[in-house]
C-alpha cells in the first residue's frame, strides 16, 4: 500500500482538462512544500513534470500546473494532447525516516 | 549535459549476488544525492534510498534496509546498488536518480536497469 494515494485511473478528451489528487497526511504532502510530480511513458524513466508543489521544470508546457490545499496535492493539464497519456506519480518528502515517498500511481487515457 | 547511465539488464538465479551501477557524467558528481528507485513489473515507484557521493552519507527506506547495499565510488563517478542473496520478488526495474534541490526534486534519470531473479 503506497504512503500516497491516488485515483487509479482518469480520462479526458483532447482538449479537455483534468486533474489529478494525491493525498497524504500532516506529516508529508500537509506539511510541507515539498511536492513533486513525474511523468512516465511506457518503457520509459519517469520525467519530472513538478517540483515543490507548483514550479515547472524548464521544457515543461504550462499547460501542467500543481497546487496544494491541506493534505491534498493536485496535477492539473489542461488542453489535453494525445502524448500526455501516460502514468503520473506524486511524490512528497515525509518526516518518517524514508524521507521520500510515492502515490500509487495514475493512469492518464487521452480518449 | 547532465547524464546517468546505467549498467545492462541482468539475469540471475535466486541466492545470486548482483551489484548494478549508475555512472554520472556532465557534472560534480560529488555535489548532488543520488536516489535509487524499484519499479517491479506493472507496478508504481518505490523509494529505496539515496546516497551523498561526497562523503558517502546514505538513507535506506525501511522497507529497504537491510535487504540492499548503496555505495558510490567518486573517483569513478558511480554509484552502486547491490544485494547478496536476490530472490525472485527483487524482479524489477532499477532507476537512479539525481536529487536536484529539494528532498523529492529528482530531474535526471537513468535508463533503468531491468533486473530478472529466476530459476
Known amino acids: 500500500q503506497s504512503a500516497l494515494t491516488q485515483p487509479a485511473s482518469v480520462s479526458g478528451s483532447p482538449g479537455q482538462s483534468i486533474t489529478i489528487s494525491c493525498t497524504g497526511t500532516?506529516?508529508?504532502?500537509?506539511?510541507?512544500?515539498?511536492v513533486s510530480w513525474y511523468q512516465q511513458h511506457p518503457g520509459k524513466a519517469p520525467k519530472l513534470m513538478i517540483y515543490?508543489?507548483?514550479n515547472r521544470p524548464s521544457g515543461v508546457p504550462d499547460r501542467f500546473s500543481g497546487s496544494k490545499s491541506g493534505n491534498t496535492a493536485s496535477l492539473t493539464i489542461s488542453g489535453l494532447q494525445a502524448e500526455d497519456e501516460a502514468d503520473y506519480y506524486c511524490s512528497s518528502y515525509t518526516s518518517s525516516s524514508t524521507q521520500v515517498v510515492f502515490g500509487g500511481g495514475t493512469k492518464l487515457t487521452v480518449l | 549535459e547532465v547524464q546517468l547511465v546505467q549498467s545492462g539488464a541482468e539475469v540471475k538465479k535466486p541466492g545470486e549476488s548482483l551489484k548494478i551501477s549508475c555512472k554520472g557524467s556532465?557534472?560534480?558528481?560529488?555535489?548532488?544525492?543520488i536516489g535509487w528507485v524499484r519499479q517491479m513489473p506493472g507496478k508504481g515507484l518505490e523509494w529505496m534510498g539515496i546516497?551523498?557521493?561526497?562523503?558517502?552519507?546514505?538513507r535506506y527506506s525501511p522497507s529497504f534496509q537491510g535487504q540492499v547495499t548503496i555505495s558510490a565510488d567518486k573517483s569513478i563517478s558511480t554509484a552502486y546498488l547491490q544485494w547478496s542473496s536476490l530472490k525472485a520478488s527483487d524482479t524489477a526495474m532499477y532507476y537512479c536518480?539525481?536529487?536536484?534541490?529539494?528532498?523529492?526534486?529528482?530531474?535526471?534519470w537513468g535508463q533503468g536497469t531491468l533486473v530478472t531473479v529466476s530459476s
Open positions: 500532516s506529516s508529508d504532502v500537509g506539511g510541507y512544500n515539498y
Open positions: 536518480a539525481r536529487r536536484d534541490g529539494d528532498y523529492v526534486t529528482f530531474q535526471h
Open positions: 515543490e508543489v507548483s
Open positions: 556532465g557534472y560534480s558528481f560529488t555535489s548532488y544525492w
Open positions: 546516497i551523498y557521493p561526497g562523503d558517502s552519507d546514505t
